[in-house]
């Protein structure tokens, strides 16, 4: 097909890096690891099954079944080769113990936010002596832990796209909160300084009109369709739509549960840097939808 159609070479491009994105044992769930690629790109650019790969899954989850998915897994294989008895324990720890563990995860909390406070300072600092750029971001990275390294990835992520200090004080907030936070931010900042004539954005914009009012419901309906063609989504939550739309436009809230469009830029972005190309088909790396 791709041979005899060039129009749709970039179509298969996207598909292409769909497969080894995509295709992977999902045990991100099962483990607490990163998912298993199954698939990998040969040296020819052409995608290959990865057959280590499925076995060391296939083990791990066989492992994860037999051993661990039931509290009597281990110790029914033990029993087989070996005399064992099961016993019960659980032991919450007195009122002692106890309190001092959260005094711990509240001094941790603590020690948390005044270092996050302090890069935050430092960032400042020197984003106004015109020194923060990707060299100093990454000696930062190398030099620092835990939750200042995350802020810190974020901040090298979009900082050649927006302003340095609405960037620096945005994330400082979002790094001391969850997930869906910073969810909201980076759709956010990605829509905003996306370029107007990618297609994605002109079909969001165009799906929407100013002073009309829109449920959930019709919000999920409208932005569905779109997201699958763009992010190969099969299917999105209706929260998670309503939220990328609550980051993307000025809204307010009317009776009957339904958002009015009043603008765009609901976080007061400032103008674009620069902007992520008009071209640019990995918008996997820039959403997370």
Partial sequence: MQENDSNITNLFSRI???????ASGDDDNLFGESSVPLTRETVAKKPEISYFNIDALCEKMEAFVTLYSDEKGLFNQLKETYSVTFKKLYYEGSEAQKGARKHVKEDIKDKNIKSLLKLKDKLINLVNENKLDEKELSRLIYLSKGKEVDYLWKVKK???YVDSLFLVEELYTVCQKNKKSYRGLKNALSFWV????????????????????????????????IMRYHFFKVNVSQSRLTN????????????????????????KVPAPISKIPADVDNLQSYFEI
């Fill in 16 to 22: 292409r890096k769909l497969i080894i994105e995509k």
């Fill in 158 to 160: 979009h900082h050649k």
């Fill in 194 to 225: 996306l370029d107007d004539k990618h297609p994605f954005k002109m079909q969001v914009l165009n799906s929407f009109e100013k002073e009309v009012k829109y449920t959930k419901e019709e919000i999920k309906e409208i932005l569905l369709p």
């Fill in 244 to 267: 990328f739309f609550n980051n993307v436009f000025k809204k307010t809230y009317t009776d009957g549960g339904k958002y009015k469009v009043k603008g765009l830029n609901p976080r």
